[in-house]
């Protein structure tokens, strides 16, 4: 109750915004632990100056006093003035780190130590030139497919002694499409369309099926199966066995054609969209009423991916 408060209090004070400038409404300001300790030190300090009308202790207790109070003016200002702006943000399949890009800018004057991120995880520091800006790149463990839409990012500054921390909770509207992990396993897939597949039948096509081409780049999805070792003891890189693709006819990824659960079904789906667009096979994507025309090249395998991120309402 009082988390869902807090956020419709949050979501009222500073809106989501692809960017955000930090100011007087934007910023919260508290003494951090050591600023506590030091303002409880302060006490004992000036009831010894005043019990024994000693001046050097009440100029000690006075000086550091004032050094408290200069403090909350330079914790705020280093946070105070800031924009923050979202960046690119990239596709990945499950399983894999989401990058969030980040941009800080400054609002005319240096800003140092900004610690930004998603707690409980480590924040990332960095420090904004005078006039200048600096790029973060904030990472995310997947967990499921679908949009990712993390919660509002922390944006603190402790500079410059650590007495007091200035903070704010912004929301810069990211988002990020994360596809199915992809899955190794024998398809079967229906060559045509329309009423062929039922006199055609289903053909069933495995690692290995079809005539060995030659060596290509690894990409993500590829077979283990299919490493070419001998070219990565070399230092040559990370190369897989190519295979000669199916061709004069284009064949259909059906999802009723698949025994298992929904996601291991998407998963081997989302293994043979990779292996077909790596070959240059046209194919076509099937998911209940829902289909993606044969095709091929990366604007095919993009909308095949998302389709498959997105399927059954994947949030």
């Not at 300090?45 to 004032?66: D, K």
């Amino acid at each position: 109750m009082l988390q869902a408060r807090w956020d419709r209090w949050l979501a009222r004070r500073i809106p989501p915004a692809s960017q955000v400038r930090l100011d007087q409404r934007r910023i919260f300001i508290l003494p951090t632990r050591a600023g506590l300790a030091f303002g409880v030190a302060l006490v004992p300090m000036l009831l010894v100056a005043i019990n024994y009308q000693n001046s050097l202790a009440y100029a000690l207790t006075f000086l550091l006093l004032s050094v408290f109070l200069v403090a909350i003016l330079h914790t705020y200002r280093n946070l105070g003035g800031l924009r923050l702006k979202a960046g690119g943000c990239a596709p990945v399949f499950l399983g894999e780190q989401a990058h969030f890009r980040v941009t800080l800018e400054s609002g005319g004057r240096e800003h140092q130590a900004i610690a930004v991120g998603w707690p409980p995880q480590p924040l990332q520091l960095a420090d904004v030139p005078a006039n200048g800006a600096a790029d973060l790149e904030l990472h995310l463990p997947t967990q499921r497919r679908g949009w990712l839409r993390p919660r509002r990012l922390r944006v603190e500054s402790r500079f410059p002694v650590g007495l007091l921390v200035a903070w704010s909770w912004v929301d810069l509207d990211l988002a990020l499409l994360v596809y199915p992990r992809p899955l190794e396993g024998d398809l079967p897939l229906q060559p045509g369309s329309g009423d062929d597949q039922g006199e055609e039948g289903a053909l069933a096509l495995g690692a290995g099926a079809d005539d060995y081409q030659g060596l290509r780049s690894y990409q993500p999805g590829d077979s283990r199966r299919r490493l070419h070792w001998k070219a990565y003891s070399r230092g040559q890189g990370l190369f897989v066995k190519e295979f000669a693709a199916l061709a004069g006819r284009d064949f259909w990824l059906d999802l009723a054609q698949l025994d298992g659960d929904l996601e291991h079904r998407l998963g081997l789906l989302c293994h043979w969209v990779l292996q077909f667009s790596a070959r240059g096979q046209p194919f076509g994507l099937r998911l209940g009423a829902q289909e993606v025309p044969p095709d091929s090249g990366d604007v095919h395998r993009e909308a095949c991916l998302r389709a498959l991120a997105l399927f059954g309402g994947g949030q």
